[in-house]
Antibody, heavy 121, light 107 residues
């Protein structure tokens, strides 16, 4: 079955950096677009970024563009999110998620359980 | 970016009753609209995609309708496990955006 396991969350000071990882299993990782979505405490869902199945295209939400970088290593079945210049408002649970269908941009079909990032001095 | 607006913010419904949730897009998203359910402390789960297609394993009491800018999620007869928060999301172009959510609570 599909498994997405996030790691790398923790407490970081404003202006700091953090790298999240997502280990994927149970599906053909190299054929699916992959996303990061976040949820601030007590708030709704905010889409963060997507990377195409082959890794050649990346798109970002306005609030993270220029600060976050999404990448993937299909040899390791792992998705990454490099976060720089972190702000207090980046505090959230970060979910790794996969496209519903292979080879084409579509909606999110499966979610990991999330990892908490706290930006605080 | 396309703004997704959900209404109402909170819906109070008795078990067994029907619930109707609305989602409006600030511009046309064609039928590229998904609905997700999120229970407290859990990750979201895909319910509906392409505006009206139920995802694998989703009960028939969940149905979606609409196109362009107006969409509806209907739960025909609420079960205890259906009391949760529901989000709509468009995937017509980048960036993807979610609505603010509708909380369905027990009346």
């Amino acid at each position: 079955q599909v498994q997405l396991v996030e790691s790398g969350g923790g407490v970081v000071q404003p202006g700091g950096s953090l790298r999240l990882s997502c280990a994927a299993s149970g599906f053909a990782f190299s054929t699916y677009g992959m996303h990061w979505v976040r949820q601030a405490p007590g708030k709704g869902l905010e889409w963060v970024a997507v990377i195409s199945y082959e890794g050649s295209k990346q798109y970002y939400g306005a609030s993270v563009k220029g600060r976050f970088v999404i990448s993937r290593d299909s040899s390791r079945n792992t998705l990454y999110l490099e976060m720089d210049s972190l702000r207090v408002e980046d505090t959230a649970v970060y979910y790794c998620a996969k496209d519903r269908a292979p080879y084409s941009g579509t909606c999110i079909g499966h979610w990991g359980q999330g990892t908490l990032v706290t930006v605080s001095s | 970016e396309i703004v997704m607006t959900q209404s109402p913010a909170t819906l109070s419904v008795s078990p067994g009753e029907r619930a109707t949730l609305s989602c409006r897009a600030s511009q046309s998203v064609s039928d590229k609209l998904a609905w997700y359910q999120q229970n407290p402390g859990q990750a979201p789960r895909l319910l509906i995609y392409d505006a009206s297609t139920r995802a694998t394993g989703i009960p028939a009491r969940f149905s979606g309708s609409g196109s362009e800018t107006e969409f509806t999620l209907t739960i025909s007869s609420l079960q205890s496990e259906d009391f949760a928060v529901y989000y709509c999301q468009h995937y017509n172009n980048w960036p993807l955006t979610f609505g603010g959510g509708t909380k369905v609570e027990i009346k």
